[in-house]
């Protein structure tokens, strides 16, 4: 499993309804691409934003990275982001405890989203 981590900071006098539009846009992608596993924004206390997509392959990822409506989407970054950040990294281990019981386990079904869960995920106010 391959997982992509990023983090935004928002412009201040960002657009909202065009970031919504983007993001929704951006949602429909990336839940259509071979590969595609699942995707997750978390909010820190002290207002970091992160988000995880995870994708079965690199090559997954990079057909993502490499998307024409996604690299489209890059250009409305600077209308909405002061900073946009992005780590890739490849899972070298992958396991599970369930009821004191350790097990080697591939989780990417835990972590597989239909379309309309991504949505929701985007719905969610991020402000």
């Known amino acids: 499993m391959i997982i992509c981590i990023f983090g935004v ?10 970031h919504k539009r983007i993001s929704d846009d951006m949602a429909h992608a990336v839940a259509a691409m071979p590969g595609f596993i699942s995707l997750k924004f978390y909010k820190a206390d ?11 392959t690199r090559e997954d990822l990079k057909s993502w990275r ?3 409506a996604h690299r489209g989407a890059w250009g409305h970054a600077p209308k909405l982001y002061h900073e946009f950040w992005v780590q ?14 350790h097990l080697d386990k591939d989780q990417s ?19």
């Open 9 to 18: 900071t928002y412009r201040d006098d960002i657009d909202w309804d065009l």
């Open 46 to 56: 002290d207002g970091d934003q992160i988000g995880i997509v995870r994708f079965r």
């Open 66 to 68: 490499d998307d024409i």
């Open 88 to 101: 890739n990294s490849e899972t070298f281990d992958d396991y599970v405890w369930i009821d004191g019981v």
């Open 109 to 127: 079904d835990r972590f597989q989203m239909t379309r309309d869960e991504v949505l929701d995920v985007l719905s969610t106010d991020r402000s």
